[in-house]
């Protein structure tokens, strides 16, 4: 299941969905990512997200292919906000079941740390009277690189 | 039918701002790579001059991410884009 | 925040709890593990959860502190329940909210896979007629060291 | 207060059960440790033989996993039990 909306989501509502994906699941991960302050700029009060449309649902379904081959997944959840959103909002799920914690921990990490080096998604910092364009992180693409 | 011969150009985020364009159409033509088509476009000059490797681009085509080199085919549809930050 | 307790928990709450733990926040990974089968007997309807008491939450607590000296960690919550289970009931759920979304994962599944080698909890199957006690895991072991 | 020398020895789980046993009492001595403790206990013969390292036990003393060779004080709380299953 991927959602890319501007609206909010409710991880509870995941988790449960998640939770009554079938029989023999023993373990449940999850990761919820918040806006916060990148650092790049003073005083930024929220983020505007920009996405491919189309392309973004793809890449996110190839990753969560790819990690149902190298992991047992059950069920995996992702779910991406796009448009304007403020700090400490909730931006972005990742949530995996599986019959073991160690696939369950993996397929979510690997899925989470993928997307933010390949999902087409940008985000722009706020302040009160300028924008800024976010720049990636090396940090997140040696991050997606060590799952190769 | 003319637009039997078209790709679509698309521009995300900064460089949508910078070249203050979301969409171009051009015409096909025989051999022509995406990495060929960014010089193109950067010989336009202006803002358009970053796209000749001042700045990472990345590239898809047909919403597949891909290297310079792939040829472009009527009918595809490609973009160019700063690296990802979502997430 | 750590809980050993006879009845169920609700992911949604603690994840709210940990949500709202501070400002700087950008990462949340939860861990919920279901009971299950562990293959050992046929026809498990539940589990007998015992633990030594005081010595348990020393452990745990033991566990967050060297997570919060390894990661950073703004808050950890774990709850792990005890007495009767069923199946498919939730047994056990960790917690960590972060700054980092590497942190967060870090340490969760460490604070887990440490959890199921030195926290004193024993788990029995029980069928309709008999009861066995659960054996280790050479896996887990295996999991917990990988930590060292 | 007769009290002040004693050791109390805690069994969790198949140990506790096996043994029938969930609490005992000892007179503290000196130079008694955990290994030695369980060594004695053994000797009882009957289910508590397994004590003697048949089965892996795992050793707390006040709440801490220690090791066999850990020297035991009068007051102290020490306790056997089967490698745990938890989480």
Not at chain 1, 78 to 89: D, F
Not at chain 2, 64 to 79: F, H, I, N, R, S
Request: proline letters at 3%; one cysteine or more.
């Amino acid at each position: 299941m991927i959602r890319v909306q501007q609206q909010d989501f409710d991880p509870a509502e995941e988790y449960h969905a998640l939770r009554d994906s079938g029989s023999g699941t023993g373990a449940i991960a999850t990761f919820t990512g918040l806006v916060r302050d990148s650092g790049d700029l003073k005083g930024v009060t929220g983020l505007f997200l920009e996405h491919y449309p189309g392309m973004t649902e793809q890449v996110i379904e190839g990753l969560v292919r790819e990690a149902s081959q190298r992991w047992d997944v059950r069920e995996a959840r992702v779910i991406h906000r796009i448009g304007r959103l403020a700090l400490s909002e909730q931006i972005v799920f990742v949530g995996v079941c599986s019959a073991h914690r160690g696939d369950a921990f993996a397929a979510c990490e690997f899925i989470m740390d993928a997307l933010k080096t390949s999902a087409p998604f940008w985000k722009k910092e706020i302040t009160g009277d300028s924008e800024h364009w976010v720049e990636q992180k090396a940090a997140d693409r040696d991050r997606s690189q060590s799952w190769d | 039918m003319t637009t039997d011969n078209t790709i679509v150009v698309k521009f995300f985020a900064r460089l949508r701002e910078e070249l203050d364009t979301a969409t171009l159409e051009i015409e096909a033509e025989p051999g022509l790579t995406a990495g060929r088509l960014l010089q193109d476009l950067a010989a336009k000059g202006g803002n358009w001059a970053q796209l000749d490797g001042a700045q990472p681009v990345m590239i898809a085509v047909n919403q597949v991410m891909t290297k310079p080199e792939k040829e472009l085919q009527a009918g595809d549809e490609v973009a160019f884009f700063p690296p990802v930050t979502g997430g």
